[in-house]
């Protein structure tokens, strides 16, 4: 049958309209593009670019409404784009919930989908994030300011805080982060309480900005710092109270905590302090900033100064049931290419905000804004060849809920706290932050403000994926995996406020208690439970507090793993051991790890539990480590296994293997004869009889029958190549040759 003209042409007209629908369903990806030289009222385009990010994320939500489905990409033009409140990226920005997502990996992220909304640098370019404004009209102080010390006079500078501030608490120029006038150091002349400071004649007084002083010390521990405000100083009777409590007692340390200068505390922002080029006070009550610049202007006045206005630039976060079971994430954000910078540091400022909300020794405050780049209810986000630096905080913070997520290929350098921080919730049975990768990432100079700061750091969060990271020049430790916060700890102790008691039996909160079998029923409640943590270097590290590790396993769940990670040249006095699982810590694995060239003045490797330790080398150690290069420590250890380690110590010697009790400890003593130990080998190139005596004991009773004393005969242990040469005893034990090259930043 023939067809008609207008059947014909309407049959001609359906099928446009389809074929152009089903285009429509084929659109390009949105593409918007911000620039510094910009302005909101253009079209967003390469050629008309927006101003700001916050016009350009209104404009993929506009698409979003008028139902736009494809993927996003914000391009960040090179400059400094400023963002003065924290831009918060919400679920109506990530993509939808997936009706079924796919079976978690073993560890870590996995393979993620790509991204459903894309912040990212253009082509090659450097743009750069910051909540800085510039500070401006500085006028060259006279000399007539009381107690400018005679150095600086005629070098000061003064200038107003910003209008809409009050206060802040770092600052920055165009190179750094500058220095905050800090007093000489001293030690407290006797212990007061968490509020109350006693200090040497003449090391505080009333100064015009009380308020806005500061008291950085060190109180009675080796391994924590706390900055707190002042509130009062008696001059007469040498005492001064503070705003906010310490973590514990203020008072001095104990005889062996390392200081760098013998002192542990010291007073910052007084003009009286203010005595070096790069240095500054501020005066909120005559919003006044002082400046002793670095870098001047033709006139000699400060240029490129910048005050942070907030800590946190960016939080993407979803919807968070705080007391309930189920949260809902924002699915598929990624950061590409950026620079973070110019954040503040949050500070303490009461004890209804800091009490009980501390993690392990208040070394971060439980779900608090302290990173420039937050995820608080995230899934299937990537962070990747992003900057994070010149910060009073912390870089990247993954808090309460956060599953397959990655940050690789970024630097961390020149952070006033930590680097990479995940965070889950406390204790109890809410089990939602797992599975994120942290991998090929270089972090350095971290905890330049706050000394305990660690680089990455695992709490309550759970097999994540942690690998091939650079981690140097830290204050304290590099890599955490903790909780350390008991069922029946006090509201106002360490994180007790984070635990979720009613998740908790009665009967385990009653029965806490620091044994292997208190934290087998405890253990589930332990999120930082099958962490895989390898492929790391790890070198200068806890060069300014004491009391620290490269890597430190503590108060966490099962299965956790430390394998194949290269720590070496860590040269500062103040560090015990390299690795250590420390208190309440069992049932982790430390394999094929090398301890080269490292001043470890307590142990080489520290298993206070059932830990095992597996074909690990020690080599070259620094000094004789006081509690043996395998330390055994204060609780039994039945049922740890010990094979095919290699121990080259010192010249001098010390302990291979050691039992090392509490003070005054008679009883549940750590036994090293209830060890499974074999097939180990030890050499001291001073002293062939060095092991004669543990193997005397140890094969009395059918332990350590395989073991042997000789040189492993590196190939190069010196220039990094720990395999064997084929005469080496390690191959007729079984020893697995490491590859230290495959350890740390990927080429």
Not at 44 to 69: C, M, Q, Y
Not at 308 to 330: C, F, Q, S
Request: overall charge negative; some cysteine; hydrophobic content about 35%.
């Amino acid at each position: 049958m023939k067809l008609s003209f207008k059947i014909k042409r309407n049959l001609i007209g359906l099928f446009v309209l389809v074929a152009t629908l089903g285009c429509a369903k084929q659109e390009e990806p949105i593409a918007i593009y911000v620039s510094v030289e910009g302005s909101d009222t253009a079209a967003g385009s390469l050629s008309k670019p927006f101003a700001t990010i916050l016009k350009a994320v209104e404009e993929v939500r506009d698409l979003r409404k008028k139902g736009n489905t494809n993927p996003a990409t914000i391009y960040i033009r090179e400059g400094r784009h400023l963002l003065n409140e924290t831009l918060v990226l919400g679920l109506e920005d990530g993509n939808v919930v997936p009706e079924k997502s796919k079976d978690f990996e073993k560890v870590g992220a996995g393979t993620l989908p790509d991204a459903y909304l894309t912040f990212s640098a253009y082509g090659d370019e450097k743009p750069v994030i910051s909540s800085g404004i510039p500070v401006e009209g500085w006028q060259l102080v006279s000399s007539e300011l009381q107690d400018l010390t005679a150095a600086a006079k005629g070098k000061v500078w003064v200038a107003d805080i910003p209008e809409g501030m009050d206060t802040f608490y770092t600052l920055y120029d165009t190179n750094e982060r500058l220095n905050r006038a800090r007093s000489e150091g001293f030690v407290p002349t006797q212990e007061g309480d968490k509020r109350t400071v006693y200090f040497p004649e003449g090391k505080l007084k009333n100064w015009d900005n009380l308020k806005d002083v500061e008291l950085q010390v060190r109180p009675s521990r080796a391994w924590a710092i706390n900055m707190l405000p002042l509130d009062s100083v008696d001059e007469e009777n040498k005492m001064a109270k503070t705003a906010v409590s310490a973590t514990y007692q203020i008072g001095p340390l104990a005889h062996w905590v390392h200081t760098k200068d013998g002192n542990s505390a010291w007073i910052e922002n007084t003009i009286d302090a203010l005595d070096e080029p790069g240095e500054w006070v501020v005066n909120s009550s005559t919003r006044k900033i002082y400046l002793w610049p670095k870098y001047v202007n033709a006139n000699g006045a400060p240029i490129g100064i910048l005050v942070p206005t907030i800590n946190e630039l960016i939080r993407v976060e979803g919807m968070i049931d705080y007391d309930g079971a189920i949260d809902k994430p924002v699915y598929g954000i990624a950061f590409n290419g950026i620079t973070f910078s110019h954040a503040d540091r949050r500070a303490w400022t009461d004890d209804a905000d800091q009490l009980g909300w501390g993690m392990q020794h208040d070394w971060d405050m439980f779900d608090k804004p302290t990173a420039m780049l937050r995820f608080r209810g995230a899934e299937n986000c990537i962070v990747t060849n992003c900057t994070f630096t010149n910060s009073g905080g912390s870089g990247v913070r993954f808090d309460l809920y956060a599953q397959r997520n990655r940050v690789e290929n970024c630097e961390f350098a020149h952070l006033g706290e930590a680097g990479i921080l995940l965070a889950g919730y406390g204790p109890g049975t809410k089990d939602v932050n797992h599975h994120n990768s942290i991998v090929n990432n270089n972090i350095h100079h971290f905890s330049e403000i706050t000394w305990h700061s660690p680089g990455i750091w695992a709490w309550q969060s759970g097999y994540n994926h942690i690998t091939n990271n650079f981690l140097h020049n830290s204050g304290y430790a590099a890599v955490l995996i903790t909780n350390r916060v008991e069922p029946d700890r006090k509201l106002n102790g360490e994180g007790g406020r984070t635990i979720r008691h009613h998740e908790i039996s009665k009967e385990i909160i009653a029965n806490t208690k620091e044994d292997y079998a208190s934290w087998k029923a405890r253990e589930k409640y332990n999120h930082s439970r099958h962490n895989v943590v390898e492929y790391n270097e790890i070198t200068h590290a806890v060069e300014l507090l004491s009391d620290g590790n490269c890597i430190y396993v503590s108060g966490a769940g099962t299965g956790n793993i430390v394998r194949y990670n290269y720590l070496h040249d860590n040269l500062e006095h103040s560090m015990p051991a390299p690795i250590r699982c420390d208190d309440d810590q069992h049932e982790t694995l430390i394999y094929g790890n090398v301890l080269y060239n490292n001043y470890a003045v307590s142990a080489g490797i520290a298993s206070k539990g059932v830990n095992d330790i597996i074909n690990n080398f020690i080599v070259a150690p620094r000094v004789v480590p006081k509690s043996g290069y395998l330390s055994y420590e204060w609780v039994p250890v039945a049922g740890s296994k010990v094979h095919h380690n290699i121990i080259v110590s010192h010249p001098d010697g010390g302990i291979a293997n050691n039992e090392r009790p509490r003070k005054g400890q008679i009883t549940n003593l750590p036994n090293l004869e209830d060890v499974d130990i074999d097939s180990n080998l030890y050499f001291n190139p001073s002293n062939p009889h060095w092991m004669d005596a543990h193997f005397e004991r140890m094969r009395a009773i059918g332990k350590e029958t395989s073991s042997l004393f000789g040189n492993p005969m590196f190939i190069d242990a010196q220039g990094g190549n720990f395999g064997f040469k084929p005469e080496s005893p390690a191959l007729k034990l079984g020893i697995e040759p490491l590859d230290v090259s495959k350890m740390g930043l990927k080429k």
